[in-house]
């Protein structure tokens, strides 16, 4: 079984400037998710999708991130215009539904990388 | 609201002892709780999860996990490192009403030396 895929793996940007991520989740799984890593810490849920509608976007900071599921298949997350404090791992996962407990594994997938200069 | 607090940021032991990593939570509800793995430069992976069935979980590896209610702990814990186990771990914490997301706690680098 194929694992969550994400692109690019790294990316250097200076400040100000746009970068996307996208994400491409096991296949049949209903809810994608959107984790910042930030060094030292653990990660953070950005958005959480179920299909291709948003669950949860509570910690999104919304004025330059943005986030989007189209066919309720592939996502693609968005930041513009980049911070310094934007630099860390962007982690993708799936897993199937997760309306009630006990809640299917969530998968992650490797990561992006990204170093705002 | 729901936390976890891992203790000690790094640990350190020799190969073939015994591995402890410690995790607590908070929760105002029945807690589902998981044990995540991350090597260098890779994604999480799962070791193991508390789900209410057994309060002693085993997971992958040789990894295995007691949930303590009156403790409100959920140590992680193997009998004998090996080298390959050096990694960070993650503990995370789920519970009803929050959509099955995940929280975690800030991490435990496990180091081990020959």
């Known amino acids: 079984e194929a694992g969550v895929a994400q692109s690019p793996r790294y990316k250097i940007i200076e400040k100000r400037q746009s970068v996307a991520f996208w994400c491409n989740p096991i296949?049949?799984?209903?809810?994608l998710y959107w984790y910042q890593q930030i060094l030292g810490q653990g990660p953070k849920l950005l958005i959480q999708?179920?299909?291709?509608?948003?669950?949860?976007d509570s910690q999104l900071p919304k004025d330059r991130f943005s986030a989007e599921r189209l066919k309720g298949v592939d996502s693609t997350l968005k930041i513009q215009p980049a911070k310094l404090e934007d630099s860390a791992v962007y982690l993708c996962a799936s897993s199937k539904e997760r309306d009630t407990p006990p809640w299917d594994t969530i998968y992650f997938g490797e990561g992006s990388w990204l170093t705002v200069v | 609201a729901q936390s976890v607090t891992q203790l000690g940021s790094h640990v350190s032991v020799s190969e073939g002892a015994l591995v402890l990593l410690r995790c607590n939570y908070s929760s105002s509800v029945p807690p589902y709780l998981f044990w995540y793995v991350q090597y260098p430069n890779q994604g999480l992976q799962l070791l193991l999860k508390?789900?209410?069935?057994?309060?002693l979980v085993k997971g992958i590896n040789g990894f295995e996990a007691e949930f303590k209610k009156s403790e409100t702990s959920f140590h992680l814990t193997k009998p004998s490192a090996h080298m390959s186990d050096a990694a960070e771990y993650f503990c995370a914490v789920s519970g009803k009403g929050s959509q099955g997301n995940l929280i975690f706690g800030k991490g435990t680098k496990l180091s081990v030396k020959p």
């Open positions: 999708f179920q299909n291709n509608g948003v669950v949860d």
């Open positions: 296949s049949g799984h209903a809810t």
């Open positions: 508390y789900t209410s069935a057994a309060t």
